[in-house]
Structures are given as C-alpha cells and as structure tokens.
Antibody, heavy 123, light 112 residues
Framework: QVTLKESGPGILQPSQTLSLTCSFSGFSLSTSGICVSWIRQPSGKGLEWLATICWEDSKGYNPSLKNRLTISKDTSNNQAFLKITSVDTADTAIYYC???????????????WGQGASVTVSS | DIVMTQSPSSLAVSAGETVTINCKSSQSLLYSGNQKNYLAWYQQKPGQSPKLLIYWASTRQSGVPDRFIGSGSGTDFTLTISSVQAEDLAIYYCQQYYDTWTFGGGTKLELK
C-alpha cells in the first residue's frame, strides 16, 4: 500500500523560509522511474505543480517559482523535502506531495497523494 | 509552458444525468513516439486530496467506475460521467504530463 504524508510548520511569517517534508511508504525513491512531486492549492483555488525529484536525483521546477524552490530527498529514510524561500501571503495554501514517475524519458501521472499540509503565511 | 483550459467552471446536475467536462491544451499532448496522449483527469472531493481517475486520456485507474469515460486527442479532451451519482459531486481537474505538469482550472460538479 502506497502512502504519503506531508508535514510542515503550519504558520510562518513573511520573508521566512518554508520547509516541508514528505514521508512515504510502499515505494522507494531509489527505484528506477519513480519520482515525488510537490503541488499546492490555495484555499478555494486550483492545483499548482511546484517541483519534482526523481530516483536518479534529477529535479524539475515550476518556472514561475524556480528561483525560490529547492527540492531534495533522503532515499534511505523514504522522505522528500521542499524549501520555499522568502514566503509571503500568496504562499498560503495546502501543500501536497504525490508519487509520480518518468517513463521512457517523459513524465507520468500522480497516482498517489498525501492528505496535504496546511501552511499559513501571516505576520 | 502548456496551458490547460477547462470548461465549464461549474456544472449543476441531477442524479442520473450524464455530464461532459471539456479540457483544451495550448499545444498537442499526443506524443508521436508512442501515439499516447499525455492527459489525465483527477477528482477532488471536499476536504480530500485529488484522486487519479483517468490517464493516457482514456485509461481508467484501477477501481474507477466505468461511468467515468475519458476521450479526445491532440488538444481537445472530454471527461464524461454517465448517470451521475451523489458521490460524484466534486471538482474535476485535467492535467497534462507531456511537458512537466500543468493542471486545468477545475470544474465543480454540484447538485441541481
């Protein structure tokens, strides 16, 4: 059974750095073709892909946020991480991690999602 | 970037009706290397995370009822839900995975 669970600070102040952790089970980020993505959703709004990290440590970032994002992983502990620098109120959202993949060099769907972590940026 | 446009943004239906949700991409999602459309549909119920319904534009994920039907190719795609049930009330998102990942704005299915 594949499960993912996000964790984060809950609340942080503008200009701080947001650090999120995705802890997962049922699959390994050392398996060829496997990746983990981060997606966010502001309250009442749609889904926005943020970043993806894959088994061989390749990374992809949403161009609109690329300068502020850093994705990383700890394969031995089945975790993936996302850092967002210089947050402001527009970064208030639910942050999801999801399993995805790369097949023959192209992306794949997000077939398992975590429950999401709520993050509020407020002074 | 590939832009995904969904219509309508909301839809009011009665149980038992058939509904159609449209999704258009700013460029073709059909990859010539395998003749597959890199288009997926997700369902998000209130308070829940998104759930994968359909991938490769028309392949149902395991466990998804056969009343959910995906169709289309290239830049124009459709999700059809036949005989809508109360449990289908949710927001539906299309997503392209041809070039990184992008979601449509969503279609909210509500009860009439």
């Amino acid at each position: 059974q594949v499960t993912l669970k996000e964790s984060g600070p809950g609340i942080l102040q503008p200009s701080q750095t947001l650090s999120l952790t995705c802890s997962f089970s049922g699959f390994s980020l050392s398996t060829s073709g496997i990746c983990v993505s981060w997606i966010r959703q502001p309250s009442g709004k749609g889904l926005e892909w943020l970043a993806t990290i894959c088994w061989e440590d390749s990374k992809g970032y949403n161009p609109s946020l690329k300068n502020r994002l850093t994705i990383s992983k700890d394969t031995s502990n089945n975790q993936a991480f996302l850092k967002i620098t210089s947050v402001d109120t527009a970064d208030t959202a639910i942050y999801y991690c999801a399993r995805t993949g790369i097949i023959r060099g192209r992306g794949y769907v997000m077939d398992a999602w975590g429950q999401g972590a709520s993050v509020t940026v407020s002074s | 970037d590939i832009v995904m446009t969904q219509s309508p943004s909301s839809l009011a239906v009665s149980a038992g009706e058939t509904v159609t949700i449209n999704c258009k991409s700013s460029q073709s999602l059909l990859y010539s290397g395998n003749q597959k459309n890199y288009l997926a549909w997700y369902q998000q119920k209130p308070g829940q995370s998104p759930k994968l319904l359909i991938y490769w534009a028309s392949t149902r994920q395991s466990g998804v009822p056969d009343r959910f039907i995906g169709s289309g190719s290239g830049t124009d795609f459709t999700l059809t839900i036949s005989s809508v049930q109360a449990e289908d009330l949710a927001i539906y998102y299309c997503q392209q995975y041809y070039d990184t990942w992008t979601f449509g704005g969503g279609t909210k299915l509500e009860l009439k």
